[in-house]
């Protein structure tokens, strides 16, 4: 149980921005929002935060039009079992506990909140891009071994799951593909376990999936091998498991600003202006949460994109959802890409 909870409260007039930062700096995807004399207002999760951004809010937005007004709360004086037992009863990781006037005075922890917990989870890594953006540096070498620091993109991505738990990794594999064979091996020098799959021809994120030899029988991750992130894997799992989806897709927020002002016309009149507005979009990040119902729109052999076989899902009946990434998230497509994720690398995950 936590005591200390300065680093976790807010008041309600707190920036979304703000509130992003408190969670992110506890590790424990929950500030607590409190008046002028500590009584507790209402809670605030990594849950709330992203859905907010999915539904259009802004950074500088209070926090009041996201919180959750009537949190779950414990009396001051209750057993731990008891705590125990209602967080499992909920399915919630922390309730904060109050005392009789509703002032917070501690935070109620489920048990194993205090370290990592390994998942089970398997996570496929699209390693077999030939990295054409990035000539010459592909030339003899693979785009995902190519070193950001002292150690290869691919190192850097599988560290960073293992990290938050995740330990069993496939890599699919084609151009250049032995160099990360010989590099990574069975896992063992990392403490992980990696298996390999190999496209003999171009396959897409899909079409790899048939050619895995072992099909994970829980929800698994797919990701592209190039991708430098943040983001809790943990929490996006938990949000495609809570949703009951069968494809969760992870989007980042993509804003474009028209240069000019723009003019929004009925026929020959003008109805309104607007000067340089800025159009934001959702984009693909290439992070997915997968079911293992989606090998039934698979075929053996057959190449198949992503956006195909989630048409397929989708066309099938089953729910596809969107989870929005708001933490550090960079795609290594271009040598400028490349620079600045060397550059800001130590800054963002440390060495």
């Known amino acids: 149980m936590l005591t200390d909870l300065k680093k976790m409260t807010v008041q309600a007039d707190a920036s979304l921005r703000r509130v992003m930062e408190v969670i992110d700096s506890e590790a424990r995807q929950i500030a607590l929002v409190t008046d002028d004399i500590g009584v507790l207002v209402a809670t605030v999760t990594d849950g709330d935060v992203r859905r907010g951004l999915l539904q259009g809010v802004q950074l500088d937005t209070p926090v009041s039009e996201i919180m959750h007004r009537n949190p779950t709360t414990l009396l001051q004086g209750a057993s731990a079992a008891s705590a125990q037992r209602l967080m499992r009863e909920r ?3 922390h309730i ?3 005392d009789a006037g509703g002032r917070l005075v501690a935070l109620a922890l489920r048990e194993g909140m205090t ?3 390994p998942r089970p989870t398997r996570v496929l890594l699209m390693a077999g891009g030939l990295g054409m ?6 030339e003899t070498v693979p785009k995902p071994m190519i070193p950001v620091g002292d150690k290869p993109l691919l190192e850097r991505i599988v560290t960073r799951f293992q990290d938050q738990g995740f330990s069993r990794f496939t890599l699919s594999l084609n151009y250049l593909g032995q160099v990360i064979r010989d590099y990574f091996g069975d896992g063992s020098r990392l403490g992980v376990e990696i298996d390999y799959v190999e496209e003999t021809k171009r396959m897409g994120t899909g079409g790899a999936l048939s050619l895995m030899l072992h099909r994970p029988d829980e929800p698994f991750v797919v990701m592209n091998g190039d991708i430098l992130t943040t983001t809790s894997f943990g929490a996006m799992m938990d949000f495609h498991v809570g949703t009951g989806s069968a494809v969760t897709i992870c989007a980042r927020e993509f804003n474009m600003q028209v240069p000019y002002g ?12 607007e000067e340089k507005p800025v159009h934001r979009h959702l984009v693909n990040a290439g992070i997915y949460a997968l079911s293992p119902l989606v090998f039934d729109h698979v075929k053996d052999g057959e190449p198949l994109d992503m956006p195909d076989l989630v048409d397929r899902v989708k066309e099938a009946g089953h ?21 600045r994720a060397r550059a800001e690398y130590e800054t963002v995950f440390g060495k």
């Open 319 to 339: 729910q596809v959802s969107v989870f929005p990434v708001r933490e550090y998230w960079m795609d290594i497509g271009r040598i400028e890409d490349l620079d």
């Open 262 to 273: 723009v003019l929004n016309t009925e026929g020959t009149t003008l109805m309104s202006m």
């Open 96 to 98: 904060p506990v109050v």
């Open 133 to 138: 953006r990035l000539r010459p540096l592909t």
């Open 115 to 117: 370290g990592v917990e």
């Open 91 to 93: 399915g919630l990781h």
